[in-house]
């Protein structure tokens, strides 16, 4: 037995036909090919993988995220961090690949093959194999274990039962892949990297359901940025142990909060873009730029360490000529050069700095679908009720591999 869809409340409802409102205005965005809407498309996948790699203590600068998208070098991650993020951005490619294809199959040799394509850089972390043992999920700040999965023995029949349960489409795709994420992350069936392939496997059957645009519909990005509430709902759910028979109605309410808010962040991002790039034509015109430099200047004033390479693939020019475009956009002081000929990037200069402005200015709030929830995940969790911490599950620590939440890790019996 897996964990069940719980039944969805007036208010899950209404929060539901609210995020396909907003998913189907985001599609008739995107319905028409615009300038910004390729770059768009990658800044939000890169930013998917940051936020999911992220959760797991493998932190990245966005244009270093971007740079695996790419199948670039990084330009400050160390070499382990990248593999990882390397190895996701593997993984989640081929989701996005397979997804619409009518003969891709969904089974265990999928999820299998996924998880080796996530950890495949790592085989002392046996990608693609079941775990053989016991595994434990621990607290690094307080080293309790918080959670433990289930036996070994019934891990192959528990992911042909979630997977086989996928072929149900009678709940909404929503619920339905926040389903998928909670099973398997609860199952826990490898020795590392559950989590970042659970939300993959969210995303993919968020893509299978024919959600428009999946690089658009994954909450990858806003779990990343809220880590803590994160690993609170799934201690609440989860309980401390294999426990499929609990309620995971906060679970579903928690997931459908993340679309809800990751959904605004998009229409705002949307809106920022076509200002944006109202305003670099402006400056093209003005200064006599070919339409293509504007590509350099939009990844600047986001924030991205502009490279040569970058460019010219992403402008479709020979080297000269994004030499020459590049010198140009320095020479106007649109942006500026950092570092010595091989290793040079570019960022932005002051003549940028009034487009930057007016899109920090631009930002909105996000409004919460359930103001009640953080209250909520405030809560104590069931292990926190029986084994009492001197360091809750959320207190930034130092001493890991980034700085925040405290990160959950996993354990293999023979490891413990």
Do not use: C
């Amino acid at each position: 037995m897996i964990f069940q869809t719980p039944s969805i409340t007036l208010e899950d409802h209404r929060v539901l036909e609210e995020i396909h409102a907003m998913r189907a205005d985001l599609t008739d965005h995107l319905r028409v090919p615009r300038r910004w809407s390729g770059g768009l498309r990658r800044h939000s996948l890169a930013q998917a993988i940051r936020g999911s790699n992220s959760i797991e203590g493998y932190v990245v600068e966005v244009d270093d995220a971007a740079a695996a998208v790419d199948d670039k070098e990084p330009l400050s991650a160390d070499e382990q961090t990248f593999a990882e993020i390397r190895g996701y951005r593997q993984a989640l490619g081929y989701v996005l690949a397979m997804a619409p294809d009518d003969h891709f199959v969904l089974d265990a040799s999928t999820v299998r093959s996924m998880h080796f394509m996530l950890l495949g850089h790592d085989l002392t972390k046996s990608p693609g194999r079941y775990r053989s043992g016991p595994i434990y999920v621990r607290d690094e700040a307080t080293e309790i274990e918080v959670y433990e999965g289930p036996d070994a023995d019934l891990v192959p029949n528990l992911v042909d039962e979630l997977v086989g349960a996928l072929t149900d489409t009678a709940d909404d795709a929503l619920v339905q892949a926040a389903m998928a994420h909670l099973n398997l992350v609860m199952i826990h069936p490898f020795r590392d990297g559950n989590g970042r392939l659970a939300r993959a496997l969210q995303t993919l059957v968020l893509a299978r359901r024919g959600l428009a645009d999946p690089t658009f519909a994954s909450i990858e990005e806003w779990l990343g940025a809220n880590t803590a509430d994160y690993y609170r709902v799934l201690a609440h759910t989860g309980a401390g142990g294999w426990s499929p028979d609990r309620d995971a109605a906060l679970w579903v309410s928690f997931n459908l909060r993340a679309h809800h808010m990751q959904a605004q962040t998009l229409q705002h991002r949307i809106e920022q873009a076509m200002a944006m790039w109202t305003a670099i034509d402006s400056i093209s015109a003005t200064r006599g730029l070919p339409d293509r430099a504007g590509l350099a200047l939009y990844e600047a004033a986001l924030g991205y360490r502009v490279r040569r390479a970058t460019y010219v693939k992403r402008a479709e020019v020979e080297e000269r000529t994004a030499s020459r475009d590049l010198k140009q956009l320095v020479e106007l002081e649109l942006l500026q050069p950092v570092g010595a000929t091989k290793g040079r990037y570019y960022v932005p200069g002051p003549a940028l700095e009034e487009i930057q402005d007016a899109r920090r200015a631009a930002r909105k709030s996000i409004r919460d679908p359930y103001p009640w929830l953080p209250a909520q995940l405030a809560q104590p969790t069931p292990i926190e009720r029986s084994k009492p911490m001197s360091t809750p599950l959320d207190t930034v620590r130092s001493g890991g591999r980034n700085e925040g939440p405290a990160r959950l890790v996993s354990k293999a019996g023979d490891d413990k």
